[in-house]
T-cell receptor
């Protein structure tokens, strides 16, 4: 079953603009991770944020986590054509006894 | 370090057959997980192995099974294939230890299985 739900399902912006994707989940978590997938290939890990963290940065990426609202957001600044991909949030819960639970993803298109 | 490798990359089978997919994790990673990705259901967790022991299993029928060898390489098997088993099967390895939250997962390129 899906735990995380990304919003929007699809997003198209111009190169250079910022892209924001949101993720909501249902149960308590140990951590939340964001992954990128290009054209049905393997996923690439972007960033992991623990349940006791509120914000994390990595290069052009900024992730926030609000455990009271059970939501997270991924911001990509100064987007590039190479950022075109699907982005998934994944939650780790259940004391580490379950696998990651992925949302259905946001498909991001960067227009040159 | 070499990344996660999966073989074969593409596979075409017919209903009723069985299939075995292979995954070689990153050297030193003892945790291997498998996921099924379809357009309708998205990414769904199949199972996870750590040091040759199945740590957890997702909500899939018994036709789906797996194992892990002493060198951490893993295989998954699907018996009596159905049309709905057509999917991208992804393997991921990590340094996650048993009983602890999942670390960053390193995914392989996947095996695309088509069932006719």
């Amino acid at each position: 079953s899906q735990q995380g739900e990304e919003d929007p399902q699809a997003l198209s912006i111009q190169e250079g603009e910022n892209a924001t994707m949101n993720c909501s989940y249902k149960t308590s978590i140990n951590n939340l991770q964001w992954y990128r997938q290009n054209s049905g290939r393997g996923l690439v890990h972007l960033i992991l944020i623990r349940s006791n963290e509120r914000e994390k940065h990595s290069g052009r990426l900024r992730v926030t986590l609000d455990t009271s609202k059970k939501s997270s957001s991924l911001l990509i600044t100064a987007s590039r054509a190479a950022d075109t991909a699907s982005y998934f949030c994944a939650t780790d819960s259940g004391g580490g006894a379950d696998g990651l639970t992925f949302g259905k993803g946001t498909h991001l298109i960067i227009q040159p | 370090k070499a990344g996660v490798t999966q073989t074969p990359r593409y596979l075409i089978k017919t209903r009723g057959q069985q299939v075995t997919l292979s995954c070689s994790p990153i050297s030193g990673h003892r945790s291997v997980s498998w996921y099924q990705q379809t357009p309708g259901q998205g990414l769904q967790f199949l199972f996870e192995y750590f040091s040759e022991t199945q740590r957890n299993k997702g909500n899939f029928p018994g036709r789906f099974s797996g194992r892990q060898f002493s060198n951490s390489r893993s295989e998954m098997n699907v018996s009596t294939l159905e049309l709905g088993d057509s999917a991208l099967y992804l393997c991921a390895s990590s340094t996650t230890q048993t009983g602890l939250p999942h670390n960053e997962q390193f995914f392989g390129p996947g095996t695309r299985l088509t069932v006719l």
